[in-house]
T-cell receptor
Framework: EADIYQTPRYLVIGTGKKITLECSQTMGHDKMYWYQQDPGMELHLIHYSYGVNSTEKGDLSSESTVSRIRTEHFPLTLESARPSHTSQYLC??????????????FGPGTRLLVL | AQKVTQAQTEISVVEKEDVTLDCVYE???????LFWYKQPPSGELVFLIRRNSFDEQNEISGRYSWNFQKSTSSFNFTITASQVVDSAVYFCALRQNYGGSQGNLIFGKGTKLSVKP
C-alpha cells in the first residue's frame, strides 16, 4: 500500500490567486495521477505522469498544469483561480507492472473553494 | 469503447441488512482488470479489490464479497450485515489496456450507500 500525502487538505482562496496543490508519495511509484471530483461524485482524470519529466493531459480538460521533476512529487498549479475551479482534487500513484496488475492508491484529497 | 456503469446512484439500508452494489462494464479486451474503491465522507479513495479477467472465482473478505461474471460483464459487490461505518460512496473501475491512456482507470459514477442505525 502506498503512502500518499496531499497538502493542503482544505483551501479557501480568492479569485485570481495562484495556487499549488502538493502531492507526494514515498513508495517510489512510477505513475502518478490527478483527479477532479465535483460534489456530484464523478471522478475525472485531469493529469497523469509516467515518470520524471513526463506529464500528460487526462480525459477532462483542465486549466491547471503539473510538473514531475522528482519521482515522489507531482504538484498541480492553477495560475489564476476561479470559482469554477471549486472542487475536490485527488492525487494517486501506482507502480508500473507488466500485465496490468498495478493498483492506484489515493491520497486524502484537497478540497478547494474559490470565492 | 470501454465503459463502467453503476446504475444505482443511491442506496439506503438499515443496519444488518445485506446490500449489493451493481457494476456492469464494457470492453473489447480479453485481458482486463476490475477494481472497487470505497470513498468515506472524509474524502479519500480506499482500494478494496482488484480482479483480473481470468479469475472468475468469487472473493470473500470478511463481510465483503465480490461476484465476477464475464458472461454478463458484471462485477457486483455485496456487503453482508451492513454497518453504519459502511456508509460511503463506492466506485467500480476498469483498467484501460491500450493506447495512450494505458494503465488509466475508467470509473463508474459511483453508488452512495447510506446505512442507518
Amino acid at each position: 500500500e502506498a503512502d500518499i500525502y496531499q497538502t493542503p487538505r482544505y483551501l479557501v482562496i480568492g479569485t485570481g490567486k495562484k495556487i499549488t496543490l502538493e502531492c507526494s508519495q514515498t513508495m517510489g511509484h512510477d505513475k502518478m495521477y490527478w483527479y477532479q471530483q465535483d460534489p456530484g461524485m464523478e471522478l475525472h482524470l485531469i493529469h497523469y505522469s509516467y515518470g520524471v519529466n513526463s506529464t500528460e493531459k487526462g480525459d477532462l480538460s483542465s486549466e491547471s498544469t503539473v510538473s514531475r521533476i522528482r519521482t515522489e512529487h507531482f504538484p498541480l498549479t492553477l495560475e489564476s483561480a476561479r470559482p469554477s475551479h471549486t472542487s475536490q482534487y485527488l492525487c494517486a500513484s501506482s507502480e508500473w507492472r507488466t500485465g496490468g496488475r498495478e493498483t492506484q492508491y489515493f491520497g486524502p484529497g484537497t478540497r478547494l473553494l474559490v470565492l | 469503447a470501454q465503459k463502467v456503469t453503476q446504475a444505482q446512484t443511491e442506496i439506503s439500508v438499515v443496519e444488518k441488512e445485506d446490500v449489493t452494489l451493481d457494476c456492469v462494464y464494457e470492453t473489447r479486451d480479453t485481458t482486463y482488470y476490475l477494481f472497487w474503491y470505497k470513498q468515506p465522507p472524509s474524502g479519500e479513495l480506499v482500494f478494496l479489490i482488484r480482479r483480473n479477467s481470468f479469475d472468475e472465482q468469487n472473493e470473500i473478505s470478511g463481510r465483503y464479497s465480490w461476484n465476477f461474471q464475464k458472461s454478463t460483464s458484471s462485477f457486483n459487490f455485496t456487503i453482508t450485515a451492513s454497518q453504519v461505518v459502511d456508509s460511503a460512496v463506492y466506485f467500480c473501475a476498469l483498467r484501460q489496456n491500450y493506447g495512450g491512456s494505458q494503465g488509466n482507470l475508467i470509473f463508474g459514477k459511483g453508488t452512495k450507500l447510506s446505512v442507518k442505525p
